[in-house]
């Protein structure tokens, strides 16, 4: 298969921070900053995919789109800005492009948009993709991720909607994929909308498309994801987030396999499988009224709930061991390990953002670490901050023979003891009474685990060795 082309229309330092990944992948990365350079590259069909910026110095996009629309098969045009607005979304939706997205830009958000199959030339028709996609790793092995991943196996070669529910950041999408590849629909595409991010008449067209002149801006016929999707996967994402009216319309196409353009009046024929994923209790939102009923029980027929990364137990730590060693070969570091506090910071972590969470903190503590061992200070949690000084006094700490807290004694006529050393004192025990347990040494203090751990950096810049 021919090396995915990217057109980028931008300032090439947003882009750079990707450089690696692309070639990593096999992609091919062009940045121009102005309207001839793009047109030169999107007329000679010499780019897969398109990302711009709304404006550049003698550049707009809404000029790009318009022209990219008259082409009998326009490229896909995605607008990218660290300065969003819902105004500006609607505009440039109803000018064509195919999605609206807000910096920074990510290699899996890049990914997850490149065309499933690429054309090798302007006249070459699409062929399927030949050997295998690209494998999904879901790592755990706690019980209810096993279960969860058997049951995935179990009914992905069905044709039966799955709603996948389960708190933000615990690989909804990760689990939608990996059903998608196990389907035997594999060499199809896999198509994803986030429901929540487009208003109601945007989405309907995102999902079922238009034809030319339904409504302003729309200056030619468009392809819906229904039909971008089939033979492959739909995924729904925050599926939840969908106003009612679009609910019927979804339902329709689910029950019937058969969608209709907005503006259209020939009814079109799809061939689809439809995942959803929802951080919701949808159970309770069809009890507020706020989701349809007879929608929920058709999306329900197989419900999958992840579990929550506070609740994976072990899993915490494969997980951070898998994401280091995928940073440290994507930024070209040698093996990292996380050193024994790190792990157990980790362990004690209550994870509000699940799997998501994680991953980035794995990312941050890899580029700070250097040549590792990777420590708590390299997490940057809470505000923390962090300076080579700090590393040169934890090297300094972890050399040093240990060094106990002063003993304090109250013998009449002896000096009185500081705060300072009182409160030293009280940590120290606390420690040795949890056996180092910093979440139960904080429940015994009466104070935060983020308190204890900036206590314990203070003590270790002084030549304590703390458990």
Not at 27 to 37: G, K, L, T, Y
Not at 116 to 136: C, F, I, M, N
Not at 379 to 389: A, Y
């Amino acid at each position: 298969m021919a090396a995915k082309r990217i057109l980028f229309i931008s300032r090439s330092e947003l882009v750079s921070p990707l450089h690696a990944q692309f070639k990593a992948h096999d992609c091919q990365a062009m940045v121009v900053e102005d309207r001839a350079s793009a047109l030169k590259v999107i007329e000679g069909r010499k780019a897969d995919l398109v990302f711009t910026l709304p404006s550049l110095p003698g550049y707009r996009a809404q000029d790009l789109l318009e022209t990219v629309q008259q082409s009998d098969n326009p490229l896909p045009v995605i607008v990218f800005t660290d300065k969003g607005s819902a105004d500006e979304a609607r505009l440039f939706m109803e000018l064509g492009a195919q999605d609206y997205w807000l910096c920074p830009l990510t290699w899996e958000k890049v990914q997850a948009a490149l065309p499933a199959d690429v054309p090798s030339g302007p006249s070459t028709p699409a062929a399927p993709l030949q050997g295998k996609p690209r494998e999904v790793s879901i790592i755990g092995r706690h019980p209810a991720v096993m279960r969860v991943l058997a049951l995935a196996r179990q009914v992905a070669a069905s044709k039966a909607t799955v709603l996948i529910s389960g708190e933000s950041g615990t690989g909804k999408e990760m689990f939608a994929r990996f059903i998608h590849i196990h389907s035997g629909r594999e060499n199809g595409p896999f198509v994803a909308v986030n429901c929540a991010a487009l208003p109601e008449h945007l989405l309907e067209s995102e999902l079922f498309g238009h034809e030319k002149g339904a409504f302003t801006g729309a200056i030619s016929r468009k392809l819906g994801k229904f039909e971008l999707a089939s033979g492959g996967t739909l995924l729904l994402d925050e599926i939840s987030e969908m106003a009612l009216p679009l609910q019927a319309k979804l339902l329709r196409a689910l029950q019937e396999g058969e969608i209709d353009r907005v503006g259209g009046v020939e009814t079109v024929k799809v061939d689809v499988r439809v995942l959803a994923t929802t951080n919701r209790n949808l159970e309770q939102s069809v009890e507020r009224g706020e989701f349809r009923q007879d929608l929920f029980y058709r999306l329900n027929v197989i419900p999958l709930r992840l579990p929550p990364l506070a609740q994976r137990g072990e899993d915490v730590l494969l997980l951070a061991d898998f994401f280091i060693r995928r940073n440290s070969r994507e930024y070209g570091l040698g093996a990292l390990q996380l050193s024994d506090d790190a792990r157990q910071w980790l362990m004690a972590h209550d994870w509000p953002g699940n799997v998501r969470e994680l991953q980035n903190l794995m990312e941050r503590a890899v580029l700070l670490a250097g040549g590792g061992p990777i420590r708590p200070v390299h997490f940057l949690m809470d505000g923390q901050e962090w300076s080579p000084e700090d590393e040169e006094a934890e090297d300094a700490a972890g050399s040093a023979a240990p060094v106990q807290a002063p003993s304090i004694s109250f013998e009449e006529g002896g000096r009185i003891p500081t705060i300072q050393e009182m409160e030293m004192q009280l940590i120290i025990k606390s420690l040795d009474r949890t056996s180092g347990n910093r979440t139960k040494a904080s429940e015994l203090l009466g104070i935060s685990v983020r308190t204890l751990r900036n206590k314990l950096g203070e003590y270790r810049k002084i030549g304590l060795d703390i458990p």
